[in-house]
């Protein structure tokens, strides 16, 4: 599903209007601006009960080897968004 079609899908649910339904979306998940990457850059997990949690990790700064030129490389400490559903979510998914 898009981003298009979930604001579509939303509005007939929800009977929001497309316009309202995407600026809460976009208030929400914008990269770099919505509230769940803002919340994530302070250091803050967010949790959407029933849902999951987003939450940083972090990958330690390491040694890789170039496969072009067959040199070591050191790669800098690197923090990722990662997600973890909720046990409710997994149920859901899991039944047929």
Avoid: C, W
């Avoid at 898009?2 to 914008?30: C, P, S, W, Y």
């Avoid at 790669?75 to 039944?95: E, G, N, T």
């Amino acid at each position: 599903m898009t981003k298009t079609e979930l604001i579509e899908k939303l509005a007939e649910v929800t009977g929001v209007q497309k316009k309202d339904v995407r600026a809460v979306i976009d208030a929400l998940a914008r990269p770099g601006k919505g509230l769940i990457s803002t919340s994530l850059k302070n250091g803050e997990n967010v949790i959407i009960s029933g849902f999951g949690t987003f939450h940083i990790r972090v990958r330690k700064a390491r040694k890789a080897r170039n496969p072009k030129t067959g040199e070591s490389v050191k790669v800098a400490d690197r923090i990722y968004p990662a997600f973890k559903p909720a046990k409710s979510l997994k149920q859901a998914l899991r039944k047929k």
